[in-house]
């Protein structure tokens, strides 16, 4: 890999010297480094290009930051199979794995090609107004429908043309593998591990005690018609970007023909990631 994009969160206060090190590493293996100019103007070894160059041209993409900037580089990707490395700036992230003190050895690695790639699911959801499409967005994490204000929305939803139920809620999250650690865990949701093929639908602050999260798969298509929107409802993907949505809209969700392609070194434990995010300790039986 003799082409690598940098996708770098600059309001990291470490950032600059992560960039400046990658930089150093890449001069010795005889590796280009590309960026948007802001990114680029940290560093006189990095060359500016456009967005479009920047997939274009990398073979492979390190966002330094934390999950917010491989949410932002998945983004940037739309769907292009150049593989991502994330390299964690400051606390632990479940999407970024390498830490700035196996930066060297990552670089090294990848350079290689002795790195394991995974394939983590995205979510394409489509916006219907009276039967037109008015949205379409790309979610590494999830989709989001919430209202804008403290009045209850109600939400109908069905599975595979299957109707499940009407909620009154506050709002509802589809979530993917990757997204299961984010939002819908606040929002009792499940963990799924990456390789399950599945969605995660979760209700936040659903009106009735009998509404739990569901785990559906992946194959088949999640369809979200808005009821009364309490005044206001959202949708939001990965929380970055989104629109506004009307009582008689559609949003349906499906898995989409393209993943999103994860640099991970050998021996990456997800689980180590879940026990140190999480603060699990385990437990100790006495006696």
Same mark, same amino acid.
């Given at each position: 890999?003799?082409?690598?994009?940098?996708?770098?969160?600059?309001?990291?206060?470490?950032?600059?010297?992560?960039?400046?090190?990658?930089?150093?590493?890449?001069?010795?293996?005889?590796?280009?480094? $590309?960026?948007?100019?802001?990114?680029?103007?940290?560093?006189?070894?990095?060359?500016?290009?456009?967005?479009?160059?920047?997939?274009?041209?990398?073979?492979?993409?390190?966002?330094?930051?934390?999950?917010?900037?491989?949410?932002?580089?998945?983004? $940037?990707?739309?769907?292009?199979?150049?593989?991502?490395?994330?390299?964690?700036?400051?606390?632990?992230?479940?999407?970024?794995?390498?830490?700035?003190?196996?930066?060297?050895?990552?670089?090294?690695?990848?350079?290689?090609?002795?790195?394991?790639?995974?394939? !983590?699911?995205?979510?394409?959801?489509?916006?219907?107004?009276?039967?037109?499409?008015?949205?379409?967005?790309?979610?590494?994490?999830?989709?989001?429908?919430?209202?804008?204000?403290?009045?209850?929305?109600?939400?109908?939803?069905?599975?595979?043309?299957?109707? &499940? *139920?009407?909620?009154?809620?506050?709002?509802? $999250?589809?979530?993917?593998?990757?997204?299961? *650690?984010?939002?819908?865990?606040?929002?009792?949701?499940?963990?799924? *591990?990456?390789?399950?093929?599945?969605?995660?639908?979760?209700?936040?602050?659903?009106? *009735?005690?009998?509404?739990?999260?569901?785990? &559906?798969?992946?194959?088949?298509?999640?369809?979200?018609?808005?009821?009364?929107?309490?005044?206001?409802?959202?949708?939001?993907?990965?929380?970055?970007?989104?629109?506004?949505?009307?009582?008689?809209?559609?949003?349906?969700?499906?898995?989409?023909?393209?993943?999103?392609?994860?640099?991970?070194?050998?021996?990456?434990?997800?689980?180590?990631?879940?026990?140190?995010?999480?603060? !699990?300790?385990?437990?100790?039986?006495?006696?």
């Amino acid at each position: 890999m003799k082409t690598l994009g940098l996708i770098v969160n600059r309001r990291k206060p470490r950032a600059k010297d992560v960039v400046d090190q990658i930089a150093g590493k890449a001069r010795e293996l005889g590796q280009t480094l $590309i960026a948007e100019s802001e990114t680029a103007a940290l560093c006189d070894d990095i060359e500016a290009v456009s967005r479009e160059a920047l997939v274009e041209r990398a073979d492979a993409i390190v966002a330094c930051g934390g999950d917010g900037t491989m949410l932002r580089a998945a983004r $940037i990707l739309d769907g292009d199979d150049t593989p991502v490395m994330g390299v964690n700036i400051g606390s632990l992230g479940f999407l970024t794995s390498i830490a700035e003190d196996g930066l060297d050895h990552a670089l090294e690695s990848l350079a290689a090609g002795d790195m394991d790639i995974h394939h !983590w699911a995205v979510a394409d959801a489509v916006v219907l107004s009276r039967g037109t499409e008015v949205g379409y967005y790309r979610a590494l994490n999830d989709v989001v429908l919430r209202g804008g204000t403290s009045r209850v929305v109600t939400l109908d939803l069905s599975v595979d043309g299957d109707h &499940v *139920t009407s909620y009154m809620c506050d709002g509802l $999250i589809v979530s993917t593998p990757a997204g299961s *650690t984010g939002y819908s865990l606040a929002a009792a949701g499940p963990i799924l *591990t990456p390789s399950v093929n599945a969605f995660v639908i979760s209700l936040i602050c659903p009106h *009735t005690l009998s509404s739990r999260p569901l785990v &559906v798969p992946d194959n088949g298509e999640i369809l979200i018609t808005v009821g009364d929107t309490g005044g206001g409802l959202f949708l939001t993907a990965d929380g970055q970007v989104g629109q506004s949505l009307e009582q008689g809209d559609c949003v349906k969700i499906r898995r989409s023909g393209k993943d999103v392609r994860f640099v991970q070194v050998p021996g990456h434990s997800y689980f180590a990631v879940l026990r140190e995010k999480l603060t !699990w300790s385990g437990s100790t039986r006495h006696g």
